[in-house]
Each structure stands twice: as structure tokens, then as C-alpha cells.
């Protein structure tokens, strides 16, 4: 792993600072909920009175501590660890270390057992299931060491060895999480001449790919100008199908449309490069006519009720139901552009709200396409049965629904018979 020195400067610039009181037990760890792209806590002074509950002894040379409480939410891969600046030795230094475990204070389960951190720009990436981790940072000679240290998603793409799938690739990616190797001869287009901090992204090219490929870069936090290049897998430079070697493209900043890179690609395989200008330190989103739409996994969703719309109507006497609900996933969890779909009892899927029918209890599951010509679908979802709502009936021999009689009256049933007038009198 290439040591390299960040600017905190300009990441204070990008997302300020948010270091909170020293904290030098389990118990009082600073809790953080890490985000797709890193959030520093600059200037952290390892403290006394680690309780070291659960701690591996060979972990606890010395006293002097910092804890943290890391949540991995739901969707992410794991935690990257960035320590961009310390005052502890200088680089390849040894001073420092780092556990990460699960479980709670005190009945704690080592994930990461004693790593000696390096500094001066060292990252660390650790795939771990979403949940929440405490992370303790030692100083095995107890002289006062004071760090910087950022906590994000862990990330693939650091390197041209370890690049991201670009037909998978969402979501927010940050140019100053990556800390691989550049390619071995180098990259040499009209700005890239070097890839200090580089996402690298791998796609393919075939007969049925639309042309020309287009990529582009948006929501665009950064503190300079950034560049985005497509190369080969082995990092030479591309000639596109009408013989023009393909430079870098560069200077693209904060609000330029997308896309900013559009090239007719032989069939092949390729890497395509984003960097910030001059080492400059960003995050994007990312768009490609590669990207495949994703479709989440609808499987575990909890269900949820869903109200009957006033479109619903009754299949057997017709009129509209009253009360009851569907139960079915809720259908937020179907990213934007995408429609929820239902099933009665594994039947077509529809977008259409279901129709009840009294006289059954019905199962339903749910999916979501994910792209315009509905050739892209979840997961479906587990099935789950539906409250049923009151039909009319009219013809149960009971007195349900709106009916004024038995099976008469309302605004559903026939009208009811007119009521026997009693007489009075000598017969």
C-alpha cells in the first residue's frame, strides 16, 4: 500500500470538522454512523482510563486509548479506515494500532485483532456485515500521540487490480478513499499524467453495446476541478473506431451536464479512470450507458399496510369494498423510476392496487422493475395475505355491508319490500 500525505486542508474545505471530546473508554466511545464517503475527526489525542474490557492483552501494551462506536447501516460493505496525518513517528511507523470488534462493552469479539496502523495518508479496508463495531486506537508508548481519522464505506476501486464493476456501480464514490497502486507504466493523456487517488471502474464493450459510450460525472463535491479517462486493462491508451487515441478529460467542476465523455469504443475490455485535478480531493456520483439499472432484494421486506384505493371494486356484486388492506412490501424500497408490481396467488404481476373479492382471502406478492421495458425485476417478495374488506353481498341471507335488511336496501342491494302495516278491528 503507497503512503501518500493528504491535504487537510481541503478536507476540512469539503466536510469540515467534527471531532467531539476525547474518549478514552468502551463505554464512552464517540458513536458514528459512517456515510458513503469519509467524515474526519482531525486532531484526536488518545486519553487515559481505557477499560479495556474484552480488549486482547497483547493489545494493551500501553494505557493511553480512543474509542469509537461505528455503525454499518444496512447496504453497506464494511468500514474504510483513512489516517491521513499523526503525531506519532513518521511513515511505516508502528506507534499506533488498531482493533475493531463487535458484540458490547465489555463481552467484546475481536474483528480486527491489533493491526499496527501506518500514517501520513495509510487506509484500511475491512468488509464487515452491517451492525455496529467499537473501534480502539492504542499507543503502545503511552507518549501523547494525536492523529486525524476518517471512517467511510469500504470501497473497491482503489486500484486497477481492485476496480469497481461499472454495470453495478451507485451510489457516491470519494477519490481521497482510494489509496492503491496507479497503473504500472502510467497513464499518459493530456491532464492524467498520474493517479495519486484514483477510482478505477472496469467495463466491457460488445457487438450489442450502444454507441457511442458515454460517461459522466454529478453531484460533484469537490475543492478543484476533476478528470475522468477510459484506458485499457493494461493501462495503455485507447484508440476509439475512427483511429483518434482517446486523451483525459479534464476540468470538469461542480454543475457541468453530463455526460462529459463520449467515445466510440471497439468491442473490448477497459478501465475508466476519476480523479481530481492536481490531487484534488472529491466525491460524484457517477453515469454511463453501461450502468445497469439495480433492483433491490424485496425478499426480507417487512410488510406493510396499504389502504384500499377508491378504485378498488367488488368482483362478485360489484360497489366498493369497505375496510381491509393489502399487505404488501412498502413500495419506497423500489428505487425512483422504478414501478411496484403486484401478484394475486402467483398470477401476472400488475401495477394495479388488486380488487378485493369477499369470499376469498387472497395472497399477494410484490416485485419492482427497475427499467423502462420492464426487463429488469427484483427479487419477489415473500408472500403475505390480504385483510379482505366488506362487499356487498346481497345475497347471504345476512344483514352486512350498507345493507338497511337482510340482503336488501343500501346503495348496493335491491330496495327492501315495503314493511306490513298492523290493522285494527272487529272480525
Given at each position: 500500500m503507497?503512503?501518500?500525505?493528504i491535504?487537510l486542508m481541503?478536507?476540512?474545505v469539503?466536510?469540515?470538522a467534527?471531532?467531539?471530546?476525547a474518549?478514552?473508554?468502551?463505554?464512552t466511545?464517540v458513536?458514528?454512523?459512517?456515510?458513503e464517503?469519509?467524515s474526519?475527526?482531525?486532531?484526536?489525542?488518545l486519553?487515559?482510563?481505557?477499560d479495556s474490557?474484552?480488549v486482547?492483552?497483547?493489545c494493551?501494551?500501553?494505557?493511553?486509548?480512543?474509542?469509537?462506536?461505528v455503525t454499518?447501516?444496512?447496504g453497506?460493505?464494511g468500514?474504510?479506515?483513512?489516517?491521513?496525518w499523526?503525531?506519532?513517528g513518521?511513515p511505516?511507523?508502528?506507534?499506533?494500532r488498531?482493533?475493531?470488534?463487535?458484540?458490547?462493552?465489555?463481552a467484546?469479539?475481536?474483528?480486527v485483532?491489533?493491526e499496527?496502523?501506518?500514517?501520513?495518508?495509510?487506509r484500511?479496508e475491512?468488509p464487515?456485515?452491517?451492525g455496529?463495531?467499537y473501534?480502539?486506537f492504542?499507543?503502545?508508548?503511552d507518549d501523547?500521540?494525536n492523529?486525524?481519522v476518517?471512517?467511510n464505506n469500504y470501497?473497491?476501486?482503489d486500484?486497477?487490480n481492485n476496480?469497481?464493476?461499472?454495470?453495478?456501480?451507485?451510489?457516491l464514490?470519494?477519490?481521497?478513499?482510494?489509496?492503491?497502486?496507479?497503473?504500472?507504466?502510467?497513464?499518459s493523456?493530456?491532464?492524467?499524467f498520474t493517479?495519486?487517488?484514483?477510482i478505477y471502474?472496469?467495463?466491457?464493450?460488445d457487438a450489442?453495446?450502444?454507441q457511442?459510450?458515454e460517461?459522466g460525472l454529478?453531484?460533484?463535491v469537490?475543492?478543484g476541478?476533476?478528470q475522468?479517462?477510459?484506458?485499457?486493462?493494461?493501462?495503455?491508451?485507447?484508440?476509439?473506431?475512427?483511429?483518434v487515441?482517446l486523451?483525459?478529460v479534464?476540468?470538469?467542476?461542480?454543475?457541468?451536464?453530463?455526460?462529459?465523455y463520449?467515445a466510440?469504443?471497439?468491442?473490448?475490455?477497459?478501465?475508466?479512470?476519476?480523479d481530481g485535478?492536481?490531487g484534488?480531493?472529491c466525491?460524484w456520483?457517477l453515469?454511463s450507458?453501461?450502468?445497469?439499472?439495480?433492483c433491490?432484494d424485496?425478499?426480507?421486506?417487512?410488510?406493510?399496510e396499504i389502504?384500499?384505493?377508491?378504485?378498488?371494486?367488488c368482483?362478485?356484486?360489484?360497489?366498493s369494498p369497505?375496510?381491509?388492506a393489502?399487505s404488501a412490501?412498502?413500495p419506497?424500497?423500489?428505487?425512483?423510476?422504478?414501478?411496484l408490481?403486484?401478484?394475486i396467488?402467483?398470477?401476472t404481476?400488475?401495477?394495479?392496487l388488486?380488487?378485493y373479492?369477499?369470499?376469498t382471502?387472497?395472497?399477494?406478492?410484490?416485485?419492482c422493475?427497475c427499467?423502462s421495458?420492464?426487463s429488469?425485476?427484483?427479487?419477489v417478495s415473500s408472500?403475505v395475505?390480504?385483510?379482505?374488506g366488506?362487499?356487498?353481498t346481497?345475497s347471504?341471507?345476512?344483514m352486512?355491508g350498507a345493507?338497511?335488511?337482510?340482503?336488501c336496501?343500501?346503495?348496493d342491494?335491491?330496495?327492501?319490500?315495503p314493511?306490513c302495516?298492523?290493522n285494527?278491528g272487529?272480525?
Amino acid at each position: 500500500m503507497r503512503i501518500r500525505i493528504i491535504c487537510l486542508m481541503a478536507l476540512l474545505v469539503l466536510y469540515g470538522a467534527n471531532e467531539l471530546a476525547a474518549q478514552g473508554t468502551c463505554a464512552t466511545a464517540v458513536q458514528y454512523t459512517i456515510a458513503e464517503c469519509n467524515s474526519f475527526f482531525p486532531n484526536v489525542t488518545l486519553t487515559t482510563d481505557d477499560d479495556s474490557g474484552g480488549v486482547n492483552p497483547s493489545c494493551t501494551e500501553g494505557s493511553l486509548a480512543y474509542w469509537y462506536e461505528v455503525t454499518v447501516p444496512a447496504g453497506f460493505g464494511g468500514i474504510g479506515v483513512s489516517l491521513p496525518w499523526s503525531s506519532v513517528g513518521g511513515p511505516g511507523s508502528e506507534d499506533l494500532r488498531m482493533s475493531i470488534y463487535s458484540g458490547s462493552c465489555g463481552a467484546l469479539v475481536s474483528e480486527v485483532d491489533c493491526e499496527d496502523v501506518r500514517v501520513f495518508g495509510a487506509r484500511y479496508e475491512y468488509p464487515l456485515a452491517p451492525g455496529t463495531y467499537y473501534v480502539r486506537f492504542s499507543d503502545i508508548n503511552d507518549d501523547g500521540a494525536n492523529f486525524d481519522v476518517a471512517f467511510n464505506n469500504y470501497q473497491s476501486g482503489d486500484d486497477p487490480n481492485n476496480p469497481v464493476d461499472l454495470e453495478t456501480a451507485n451510489g457516491l464514490y470519494c477519490n481521497f478513499s482510494a489509496q492503491g497502486e496507479g497503473c504500472a507504466n502510467g497513464v499518459s493523456g493530456n491532464c492524467l499524467f498520474t493517479e495519486d487517488n484514483s477510482i478505477y471502474y472496469s467495463f466491457s464493450v460488445d457487438a450489442s453495446t450502444q454507441q457511442p459510450v458515454e460517461f459522466g460525472l454529478e453531484n460533484i463535491v469537490c475543492a478543484g476541478e476533476m478528470q475522468i479517462q477510459v484506458i485499457n486493462l493494461d493501462c495503455t491508451r485507447v484508440v476509439d473506431n475512427n483511429g483518434v487515441t482517446l486523451n483525459a478529460v479534464c476540468q470538469i467542476v461542480t454543475g457541468d451536464p453530463a455526460p462529459q465523455y463520449v467515445a466510440d469504443l471497439p468491442v473490448g475490455d477497459y478501465l475508466l479512470i476519476v480523479d481530481g485535478e492536481s490531487g484534488d480531493l472529491c466525491s460524484w456520483g457517477l453515469t454511463s450507458t453501461i450502468i445497469q439499472p439495480s433492483c433491490p432484494d424485496l425478499s426480507a421486506v417487512s410488510p406493510a399496510e396499504i389502504v384500499i384505493d377508491t378504485e378498488s371494486t367488488c368482483t362478485t356484486f360489484g360497489g366498493s369494498p369497505t375496510g381491509g388492506a393489502y399487505s404488501a412490501p412498502v413500495p419506497t424500497n423500489c428505487p425512483a423510476g422504478s414501478t411496484l408490481e403486484y401478484s394475486i396467488d402467483g398470477g401476472t404481476f400488475s401495477a394495479t392496487l388488486p380488487t378485493y373479492n369477499s369470499g376469498t382471502s387472497e395472497t399477494i406478492t410484490t416485485r419492482c422493475t427497475c427499467d423502462s421495458d420492464g426487463s429488469i425485476t427484483s427479487t419477489v417478495s415473500s408472500g403475505v395475505s390480504s385483510t379482505i374488506g366488506v362487499c356487498p353481498t346481497c345475497s347471504d341471507q345476512m344483514m352486512n355491508g350498507a345493507e338497511t335488511g337482510v340482503d336488501c336496501g343500501g346503495p348496493d342491494c335491491p330496495a327492501c319490500p315495503p314493511a306490513c302495516v298492523p290493522n285494527a278491528g272487529n272480525f
